[in-house]
T-cell receptor, first 116, second 114 residues
Framework: GAVVSQHPSRVICKSGTSVKIECRSL??????MFWYRQFPKQSLMLMAT?????????EQGVEKDKFLINHASLTLSTLTVTSAHPEDSSFYIC????????????FGPGTRLTVL | AQTVTQSQPEMSVQEAETVTLSCTYD???????LFWYKQPPSRQMILVIR??????QNATENRFSVNFQKAAKSFSLKISDSQLGDAAMYFC???????????FGQGTRLTINP
C-alpha cells in the first residue's frame, strides 16, 4: 500500500514552453502532497507543500508564478513549470502523506525534465 | 531553523561487512522524527528506518539499525552484512513537526565492493 506514481517519467521540451507533471496517490487519499527538486548529485530541496482544495505553500525562493501547483483532488497534484528555461532542467519528485501514517512521506519515482 | 548534516559524501565497504553512515542535526524541538532514506540508481526514494525522538530505544529493521544520541543530536545508520543491493545514496532527514516538512541532509553515496 501507499503507492505514489508520477507522470511523465521523462520529458524534454523547448525553452519557453510549459510542462505539466502529475503526481497521483494510487491506493490512498492524500490530503497533503509535497514537491521536491533534486539537482544532479545533490539532495532533495522542498519546493512547496500542496493541500487538497487550497493554495500551495511555497518555500522561500521558489517562484510561485513559475511553478504552478494544483491539488484538485485527494489523489492528484500537478506541478506546471511555466515558460521553462534550461536552468529549470532537474529531477522533480513528489511525495504524499497517507491517513494514519502522518509521520511518513511516500515518494513518487520522479520526473526528469530537460529543457533545450 | 532545523538543519541536517551528513559529513561523509562517499563511503565504501566490502560486501558482507558493516558500515556506519553519520548524521547530525540541529533543532530546538524536543519531540521530532528522524529518518534514513535510500535512493538507488533508479532515483526512487525508499524509507530505510525511522526513529521517534521520545523513544530511547534505537530503531532496528533487519540489517539496518540506528545509533540515536539525542543529547549529541546524532543519528547514525549502521548497515550490517552489506549486500550489493545496498549501494545507493543515503539521505538522513528530519521531520518538522508543525509543518510536517522533511529536511534532508546532503547525502552519502555508499559503494559496496564485491
Amino acid at each position: 500500500g501507499a503507492v505514489v506514481s508520477q507522470h511523465p517519467s521523462r520529458v524534454i521540451c523547448k525553452s519557453g514552453t510549459s510542462v505539466k507533471i502529475e503526481c497521483r496517490s494510487l491506493d490512498f487519499q492524500a490530503t497533503t502532497m509535497f514537491w521536491y527538486r533534486q539537482f544532479p548529485k545533490q539532495s532533495l530541496m522542498l519546493m512547496a507543500t500542496s493541500n487538497e482544495g487550497s493554495k500551495a505553500t511555497y518555500e522561500q525562493g521558489v517562484e510561485k508564478d513559475k511553478f504552478l501547483i494544483n491539488h484538485a483532488s485527494l489523489t492528484l497534484s500537478t506541478l506546471t513549470v511555466t515558460s521553462a528555461h534550461p536552468e529549470d532542467s532537474s529531477f522533480y519528485i513528489c511525495s504524499a502523506r497517507a491517513p494514519g501514517r502522518l509521520r511518513e512521506q511516500f515518494f513518487g519515482p520522479g520526473t526528469r525534465l530537460t529543457v533545450l | 531553523a532545523q538543519t541536517v548534516t551528513q559529513s561523509q559524501p562517499e563511503m565504501s565497504v566490502q560486501e558482507a561487512e558493516t558500515v556506519t553512515l553519520s548524521c547530525t542535526y540541529d533543532t530546538s524541538e524536543s519531540d521530532y522524527y528522524l529518518f534514513w532514506y535510500k535512493q538507488p540508481p533508479s532515483r526512487q526514494m525508499i524509507l530505510v528506518i525511522r526513529q521517534e525522538a521520545y523513544k530511547q530505544q534505537n530503531a532496528t529493521e533487519n540489517r539496518f539499525s540506528v545509533n540515536f544520541q539525542k543529547a549529541a543530536k546524532s543519528f547514525s545508520l549502521k548497515i550490517s552484512d552489506s549486500q550489493l543491493g545496498d549501494a545507493a545514496m543515503y539521505f538522513c532527514a528530519y521531520l518538522i513537526q508543525g509543518a510536517q516538512k522533511l529536511v534532508f541532509g546532503q547525502g552519502t553515496r555508499l559503494t559496496i565492493n564485491p
